[in-house]
């Protein structure tokens, strides 16, 4: 099996870096990149003492400093420093009065789904308030860390947390999963806020005790709540009048083509298999062919163009593939094996099951395979 080091999801920007999107990758298992940034000496005295803390925590820390009174400071404004790591980084902590950080980081405040964590700590280090991101961007946790290295008071004020509620975002995040409908996802915390019963559907199964406000509901039922929650990898799967979709990266993309096949041909035909499927694109975790096709132009512009890896099996390891897949001996020829697409895709499944059959056209042939897994709550 071959996994081109420039194809993996860990190389992705942002929003699917912090909500793990990404999947080969997980955020869980990867060091979180960290900048921050003092303004004073006594500033500068627990910021070190929060990076050396942070550092034997397993995060990669970068420590500056912004004041003509300490050595080595930055020149540049700390807007425009802010700027240049808002983008760059997994978190960003202001060792100052929040007012600096407010005014720093305004302009390029976005979205929920991408800005980074922003922690605030005051020069003493007597409190560490998450400011930005709490639940995507990890914001509360890193505030909850910073706050127990120090020995300061955590100021967490994300509404959920302070009721001890079920958060649909922390939920996504934790079992790395992409959220489509974020005005909806409010919609749920408002309602569990309020004491109201929440919907959640779920095409997999699910482990653990479901929490107290969520209704564990089925698509034939005839009362279902109005906002609810469904797991799915179907973009038509909207059971509730005000639906949070929770999209898991569960699916592979096997493909075959003719040498040399068009890069638009190919991602034209991939996106075809999709919505022939009903398939979110989002759910989609790797692309797979064999192991001669590994340096086919087309397939790699499609893996790096939806930022996912593309991975190659040999001969010999397509053969072995279990499960009942549609014969070809025009690609016995070519190949050696009677089958690239359904059989590749299984692989890259870890053996799971063919979702969608081969379909070839254009000289290009598709299937996809959903990968075996389970909603975990705590």
């Not at 240049?84 to 305004?106: K, L, W, Y």
């Not at 100021?155 to 649909?168: E, I, M, N, R, Y």
């Amino acid at each position: 099996m071959t996994v081109p080091n420039c194809m993996i999801r860990g190389s992705q920007q942002n929003s699917v870096r912090r909500l793990n999107k990404g999947n080969t990758m997980k955020q869980e298992e990867q060091s979180m990149q960290i900048s921050i940034i003092c303004f004073s000496l006594t500033g500068y005295t627990t910021a070190v003492k929060l990076e050396e803390g942070l550092r034997k925590a397993g995060s990669n820390v970068l420590l500056f400093k912004k004041s003509r009174y300490l050595e080595d400071s930055i020149t540049e404004s700390t807007g425009e420093w802010t700027g240049s790591h808002f983008d760059a980084d997994d978190g960003i902590i202001f060792v100052g009065a929040c007012g600096i950080a407010v005014r720093s980081i305004a302009p390029y405040v976005t979205s929920k789904k991408s800005d980074p964590a922003v922690v605030v700590i005051d020069e003493c280090g007597k409190f560490v308030i998450s400011l930005l991101s709490g639940h995507l961007g990890g914001a509360n946790e890193l505030a909850l860390e910073a706050a127990e290295l120090l020995g300061a008071v955590p100021v967490v004020t994300t509404a959920t947390d302070l009721h001890d509620q079920f958060a649909v975002d922390v939920f996504a995040k934790k079992n790395h999963c992409e959220i489509f409908n974020m005005k909806a996802a409010k919609e749920v915390s408002a309602a569990l806020l309020a004491g109201k019963s929440v919907g959640f559907y779920s095409e997999f199964p699910y482990v653990g005790k479901l929490p107290e406000g969520l209704q564990e509901c089925i698509l034939e039922g005839n009362c279902l709540p109005e906002i609810g929650v469904a797991v799915t990898i179907h973009s038509s799967c909207r059971p509730f009048a005000s639906t949070v979709q929770i999209i898991p990266d569960v699916v592979t993309l096997g493909m075959g083509c003719r040498k040399n096949k068009e890069a638009d041909v190919i991602i034209e035909e991939a996106s075809a298999c999709l919505e022939d499927a009903d398939i979110y694109r989002q759910a989609v975790e790797k692309l797979t062919s064999i192991s001669i096709k590994k340096k086919e132009t087309g397939l790699v512009e499609l893996a790096e163009k939806w930022q996912i890896p593309f991975v190659t099996f040999e001969e010999n390891e397509l053969k072995d593939a279990e499960g009942e897949f549609t014969p070809s001996e025009f690609v016995k020829t070519i190949t050696g094996v009677n089958n690239v697409c359904e059989r590749s895709a299984v692989l890259g499944a870890e053996q799971g099951r063919l979702i969608k059959k081969k379909t070839g056209r254009n000289g290009v042939t598709t299937a996809l395979a959903l990968r075996n897994w389970e909603v975990h709550f705590e």
